[in-house]
C-alpha cells in the first residue's frame, strides 16, 4: 500500500503517514524509536483538520507520568479548548517547548516538527497493538470521514 | 434522543454564571441530558480563558480596589468584564450531539443568538467562525470547550458595556497602549443601548428561547439543577477563583504585560519596541489584518513622532522598523 493515505475535506487535501500508529478517538500519532525504545507523540491531520489553526498548546512537563487516555496538555483553536489526551501509558521524556511558543507549527509540520512529547512507553506492546496500525489504516480514514459527516455537517 | 433541558436562572451571583456550566459538563455521561443554561451576573466579575497567564492580562491591584473577583474558565478565549448589562447563553452538550468540525459546532450552538437579534430586527451575522456581529461590530463574546464527555459553547448578547471598567484592569505595558485598545473596543463592539433597541432582557431571553428550539431542532424542556448539580457547582466555583487555578500557566515570578490584545476577528492591539539612532522608540499599533491602522509611537529621550506615525498608516506591521527613518 501506498506509504501515505490522503483525504480531502472540501478543497483541502490532508495526508496520514502509514509508517506510524494512531489512536482510534483521540487523534494522536505515536512513532517509535526502535533505537532509544521511546515513542513520539503528534497530533494527527484528522483531527487537525476538526479543530482548524492551532493557538495555544499547553504540555506537561518531563518526568510526568501518564495513563493512556489522560491528558498530556491542552490546546486551544478559535476560542475552544481541549485536552490532547495520550495514546499510551508511559513517563513524558521530552516535550517540544517549540509548539509550545508557536503552536502553528503543529498544523504546518504535523509530522516532524510539529511532535509534542517524546514518551518513555510502560505498555507499549499491548497499546500499540490497540491503535490503528499500516494495515487498517484506509479504513480508519474512511470510518473517521465518514462519521464526520454523518456528524460533522462537512461537505 | 431526549429533549434539551432548559435552566433559566435569570439574575444570579458571578460563581453560578461560571461554575455551573462547568459542573454540568463535568457530569456528563451517555445517560445525561443535553443542558442550555440561561443566566446572567448580578454583580460584576472578570473571567479569564483557560490558556492566558493573569498577571499578564489584568493588573490584580486594579481588579482588587474595584472588587472584582476574578475567575478562570476552561473555555478559551480572551479576557472578559462581565455584568448585568449581559445575557449569557451556555450550551452543554454530549460531544457527539454536536458536529466534529469546530466552524459547525460554533455555527450549531451560535444559530439561536443569532436568530434572536434578527428576530429584533437587526443585521445580525455569524463571522471569523465565531463572532456574532451587529453592523460589522461585535456584540457577543464566545467561547467554548470540551470538557470530558462534554462539548460546550457559551457566549452573550450585550445590551450595554462598562468599557471603562474593562480597559482600567488591563495590565498594559505603556499607556498608549491602553489608549488605543480603547479607541478600538469602542469602534469594534456595539451594544443593544448603542443601537438604541427598546427590548427588555425577558423580551431576548423569550426570543433565545424559541430560537434555540428551532435551531437545534429538538424539544426543549424546562428544568431545574439537582441538588447534586449544585453542590458540585459550589465545588467548582471554589476551584475557577483559588490561587492555584488562577495561577495557571504562569512560568515566571513576574509576567511581562500582555503584548498583543485581541478586541475583534479584525482588530488587534500590539506592542513593539526597537532601538533607533540613540533613541528607543515604544510603539503601540492598531492592527486590522496585520495593516497598521493607527500608532502611537514614543521615545526616550522624547521626540515628535506624528510624521512617522502618519506614514505608517497602512504599513504591515512586520515592516514598521523599516519604514521609520530619522
Not at chain 2, 497602549?177 to 478600538?184: E, G, H, S
Amino acid at each position: 500500500m501506498s506509504n501515505t493515505q490522503e483525504f480531502k475535506i472540501g478543497t483541502d487535501l490532508y495526508s496520514i503517514p502509514a509508517d506510524r500508529f494512531y489512536g482510534r478517538e483521540n487523534h494522536m500519532w505515536a512513532s517509535f524509536d526502535h533505537v532509544t525504545g521511546n515513542v513520539t507523540i503528534g497530533m494527527d491531520a484528522l483531527g487537525l483538520a476538526a479543530l482548524g489553526d492551532l493557538a495555544y498548546v499547553s504540555l506537561q512537563p518531563a518526568g510526568t507520568k501518564v495513563e493512556r487516555g489522560e491528558s498530556l496538555g491542552t490546546l486551544e483553536a478559535a476560542k475552544m479548548t481541549g485536552d490532547l489526551t495520550s495514546p499510551i501509558s508511559g513517563e513524558i521524556v521530552e516535550r517540544n517547548d517549540l509548539t509550545v511558543r508557536n503552536p502553528a507549527l503543529v498544523n504546518q509540520e504535523t509530522y516532524t516538527n510539529g511532535w509534542l512529547v517524546v514518551i518513555k512507553p510502560s505498555n507499549w506492546e499491548n497499546e500499540s497493538a490497540q491503535m490503528v496500525n499500516v494495515d487498517e489504516l484506509p479504513a480508519w480514514v474512511d470510518s473517521e470521514l465518514k462519521r464526520y459527516r454523518q456528524q460533522g455537517w462537512i461537505d | 434522543m431526549k429533549p434539551i433541558r432548559l435552566i433559566n436562572l435569570g439574575a444570579v451571583p458571578p460563581w453560578q454564571t461560571q461554575a455551573i456550566y462547568h459542573a454540568l459538563a463535568e457530569r456528563m455521561d451517555d445517560e445525561a441530558q443535553d443542558t442550555i443554561v440561561l443566566c446572567r451576573p448580578n454583580e460584576p466579575y472578570l473571567c479569564l480563558g483557560y490558556h492566558q497567564v493573569f498577571e499578564s492580562i489584568f493588573d490584580p491591584a486594579e481588579c482588587a480596589r474595584r472588587g472584582l473577583p476574578v475567575y478562570r474558565r476552561r473555555l478559551g478565549g480572551g479576557a472578559t468584564y462581565l455584568d448585568e448589562n449581559q445575557i449569557f447563553y451556555q450550551c452543554i452538550f454530549h460531544h457527539t450531539h454536536l458536529p466534529v468540525m469546530l466552524k459547525d459546532i460554533y455555527s450549531s450552538a451560535l444559530a439561536a443568538p443569532v436568530n434572536t437579534l434578527r428576530g429584533l430586527g437587526l443585521s445580525a451575522e455569524l463571522r471569523e467562525t465565531n463572532e456574532i456581529e451587529v453592523n460589522g461590530r461585535r456584540i457577543a463574546g464566545t467561547g467554548g470547550g470540551r470538557i470530558e464527555d462534554a462539548a460546550i459553547v457559551v457566549g452573550n448578547i450585550l445590551f450595554d458595556f462598562d468599557y471603562e471598567a474593562m480597559t482600567a484592569v488591563w495590565q498594559t505595558p505603556w499607556p498608549s497602549f491602553r489608549l488605543l485598545a480603547q479607541k478600538a473596543l469602542h469602534q469594534r463592539i456595539i451594544t443593544m443601548k448603542d443601537l438604541a433597541m427598546n427590548v427588555s432582557m425577558e423580551q431576548v431571553t423569550d426570543l433565545l428561547i424559541e430560537s434555540f428550539a428551532t435551531s437545534m431542532g429538538r424539544e426543549l424542556e424546562l428544568g431545574e439543577l439537582t441538588p447534586e448539580e449544585w453542590q458540585a457547582a459550589e465545588e467548582e466555583a471554589k476551584e475557577l477563583a483559588s490561587p492555584d487555578y488562577l495561577a495557571l500557566h504562569k512560568t515566571n515570578s513576574s509576567p511581562e504585560p500582555m503584548r498583543t490584545l485581541k478586541i475583534s476577528a479584525r482588530a488587534f492591539i500590539r506592542y513593539d519596541e526597537v532601538q533607533m539612532d540613540g533613541y528607543g522608540v515604544r510603539g503601540s499599533f492598531w492592527l486590522s489584518d496585520d495593516v497598521i491602522q493607527e500608532v502611537i509611537l514614543q521615545s526616550t529621550p522624547e521626540r515628535d513622532w506624528s510624521f512617522e506615525e502618519e506614514k505608517l498608516r497602512g504599513i504591515l506591521f512586520s515592516d514598521w522598523k523599516e519604514n521609520i527613518e530619522l
